[in-house]
């Protein structure tokens, strides 16, 4: 099992900045992927951003150039750093674990518990 603990949301104006973080712990796979999804009211889950151990990134297309993903040092933590918030962000953000390590728990997929982000126009 793996666990996440989220933390940095809240209530901005636009243009304004939050940075979320996500740290897992538990048995955590050593090829995996950590990013962020959104969930908006009658919206269905999207992914925003995520990163590969090795490194390499994915972003949605809607937040390219003001969103930025990134890893601790020990890399079990990952950092979403939004900046020109939009109210179309407005949404719940999950982190999210994939296990990419061959194995039983290849393709496993653990999330958060959620952590609202809220932009006022």
């Known amino acids: 099992q793996v666990q996440l603990a989220e933390s940095g949301g809240g209530l901005v104006q636009a243009g304004g900045s939050l940075r979320l973080s996500c740290t897992a712990s538990?048995?955590?796979?050593?090829?995996?992927?950590m990013g962020w999804f959104r969930q908006a009211p009658g919206k269905e889950r999207e992914l925003v951003a995520a990163i590969h151990s090795s490194a390499w990134t994915d972003y949605a297309e809607s937040v390219k150039g003001r969103f930025t993903i990134s890893r601790g040092d020990t890399k079990s933590t990952v950092y979403l750093q939004m900046n020109s918030l939009k109210p179309e962000d407005t949404a719940v953000y999950y982190c999210n674990h994939r296990c990419l390590s061959h194995g039983p728990n290849y393709g496993h997929d653990y999330w958060g518990q959620g952590t609202q982000v809220t932009v006022s126009s």
């Open positions: 538990g048995s955590i796979c050593s090829i995996n992927r």
